[in-house]
């Protein structure tokens, strides 16, 4: 008979961290928390507080804290519930707790291996390298306290994993419920995900991933997967095979000049109303949850977008605190336990590009201004 503990076994893991980005909790956080995200690019404090703005249209509080707090419940309730018995912690790269602070607690608590939870499911330098750098510094700031090492490694890209991708389907049927009647059957879907520079798409993913070299590199190809399984999903649940669907972006940042990944959302919207679009759904399928990119850029600038225009609009929740999602992290926990015990594991991923690696290369999603350490690579 197989052997049953290994079921719930974290071994050699005695911690999981959850690594967000953060976000202010009032209105006095809001520039000291962008020049905390903004640091080392000489960005004026007046600059600051103009990009503030969509912070202070929210009472300055945004909402990512509150779901990681949402999604740490949901994660320590899932492992009680199953057996599990790891210690979640949670630590943003950007505010309050600090991951330098969090760290330090899980030291001294006497934990010495650390998987680690990214809230960003694709390839890319954004959303995996700069949370690897992020953990390189803070170990190196344990390291100068003389607190005791820890091994940190990052679960896998979980983009394509069915406790990611089925609540996605789910919100996707739900929102176009939410359309007038008569919209619904040609309402077309626009896929969303953080716009970031063309060169940066084009480096995303692992050297040798085929992805990688695909226009858009593997951050492009990862989307187009899961927005593919989305839209063939809801089309076989609502019997209409031909609906119109494209990726496109939002939250653009950075220096006019330089090219980013186009269409924008707004601009999706204006084409589509010029097309003839009855309506169209706005799926976030680049967020795990409801933060300020949502609330802002899709929830406020989008539909104020869409309402000029005349086209009615529906947008998808995220997966948040979903308890797939939990159990979906639970699972990756345990599959990446179980490899590094050297036992056989399946790997769960839903389309074309399979599971992702285990373990990032040194020369995944470089740092586009210069090299930089990074934790959790091989």
Same mark, same amino acid.
């Given at each position: 008979?197989?052997?049953?503990?290994?079921?719930?076994?974290?071994?050699? =893991?005695?911690?999981?961290?959850?690594?967000?980005?953060?976000?202010?909790?009032?209105?006095?956080? &809001?520039?000291?928390?962008?020049?905390?995200?903004?640091?080392?690019?000489?960005?004026? #404090?007046? $600059?600051?507080?103009?990009?503030? #703005?969509? =912070?202070?249209?929210?009472?300055?509080? @945004?909402?990512?804290?509150?779901?990681? !707090?949402?999604?740490?419940?949901?994660?320590?309730?899932?492992?009680?519930?199953?057996?599990?018995?790891?210690? &979640?912690?949670?630590?943003?790269?950007?505010?309050?707790?600090?991951?330098?602070?969090?760290? %330090?607690?899980?030291?001294?608590?006497?934990?010495? $291996?650390?998987?680690?939870?990214?809230? @960003?499911?694709?390839? /890319?330098?954004?959303?995996?390298?700069? =949370?690897?750098?992020?953990?390189?510094?803070?170990?190196?700031?344990?390291?100068?306290?003389?607190?005791?090492?820890?091994?940190?490694?990052?679960?896998?890209?979980?983009?394509?994993?069915?406790?990611?991708?089925?609540?996605?389907?789910?919100?996707?049927?739900?929102?176009?419920?939410?359309? +007038?009647?008569?919209?619904?059957?040609?309402?077309?879907?626009?896929?969303?995900?953080? @716009?970031?520079?063309?060169?940066?798409?084009?480096? @995303? /993913?692992?050297?040798?991933?085929?992805? %990688?070299?695909?226009?858009?590199?593997?951050?492009?190809?990862?989307?187009?997967?899961?927005? $593919?399984? *989305?839209?063939?999903?809801?089309a076989e649940h609502?019997?209409?095979t031909d609906r119109?669907?494209?990726?496109? =972006?939002?939250?653009?940042?950075?220096?006019?000049?330089?090219?980013?990944?186009? +269409?924008? *959302?707004?601009?999706?919207?204006?084409?589509?109303?010029?097309?003839?679009?009855?309506?169209? &759904?706005?799926?976030?399928?680049?967020?795990?949850?409801?933060?300020?990119?949502? #609330?802002?850029?899709?929830?406020?600038?989008?539909?104020? #977008?869409?309402?000029?225009?005349?086209?009615?609009?529906? $947008?998808?929740?995220?997966? /948040?605190?979903?308890? !797939?999602?939990?159990?979906?992290?639970?699972?990756?926990?345990?599959?990446?336990?179980?490899?590094?015990?050297?036992? +056989?594991?399946? !790997?769960?991923?839903?389309?074309?590009?399979?599971p992702s690696h285990?373990?990032?290369? &040194?020369?995944?999603?470089?740092?586009?201004?210069?090299?930089?350490?990074?934790?959790?690579?091989?």
């Amino acid at each position: 008979m197989p052997d049953t503990r290994t079921l719930t076994d974290p071994a050699p =893991y005695d911690a999981l961290l959850l690594l967000s980005f953060g976000g202010p909790e009032g209105p006095e956080d &809001v520039v000291p928390f962008l020049e905390n995200v903004t640091r080392g690019r000489g960005i004026p #404090k007046e $600059r600051l507080t103009e990009v503030g #703005k969509h =912070y202070f249209l929210f009472g300055g509080v @945004s909402p990512i804290n509150e779901q990681n !707090r949402e999604l740490l419940a949901a994660l320590r309730k899932d492992f009680a519930d199953h057996g599990l018995d790891l210690p &979640v912690y949670w630590g943003n790269r950007n505010w309050a707790p600090y991951l330098v602070d969090t760290l %330090r607690e899980i030291a001294d608590a006497g934990h010495q $291996r650390v998987l680690v939870l990214a809230t @960003s499911a694709y390839a /890319g330098f954004s959303g995996c390298r700069q =949370y690897r750098e992020n953990l390189a510094d803070a170990l190196v700031q344990l390291a100068a306290e003389d607190r005791p090492e820890l091994t940190v490694d990052k679960l896998r890209h979980f983009y394509n994993h069915p406790g990611f991708v089925r609540p996605m389907i789910d919100a996707t049927l739900a929102a176009l419920a939410q359309l +007038p009647d008569g919209t619904r059957e040609n309402a077309r879907l626009a896929f969303t995900t953080h @716009s970031i520079p063309t060169a940066m798409a084009e480096t @995303s /993913g692992a050297p040798d991933d085929p992805a %990688r070299g695909t226009p858009g590199g593997a951050y492009v190809a990862q989307h187009l997967d899961v927005a $593919r399984l *989305i839209a063939d999903a809801v089309a076989e649940h609502t019997g209409t095979t031909d609906r119109p669907w494209e990726l496109v =972006y939002q939250s653009r940042s950075g220096a006019p000049h330089i090219p980013w990944l186009e +269409p924008d *959302i707004c601009d999706h919207l204006a084409a589509q109303h010029a097309d003839g679009a009855a309506a169209v &759904v706005m799926v976030p399928i680049g967020f795990v949850s409801d933060h300020m990119e949502v #609330k802002y850029d899709l929830d406020t600038e989008a539909v104020a #977008k869409a309402a000029e225009l005349g086209l009615p609009v529906a $947008r998808a929740a995220t997966v /948040g605190a979903d308890p !797939r999602f939990a159990a979906a992290v639970r699972e990756l926990v345990l599959e990446r336990a179980a490899a590094q015990r050297g036992e +056989p594991v399946t !790997r769960c991923a839903l389309g074309a590009l399979g599971p992702s690696h285990d373990v990032c290369a &040194v020369a995944c999603c470089p740092n586009p201004r210069a090299p930089r350490p990074a934790a959790a690579q091989a």
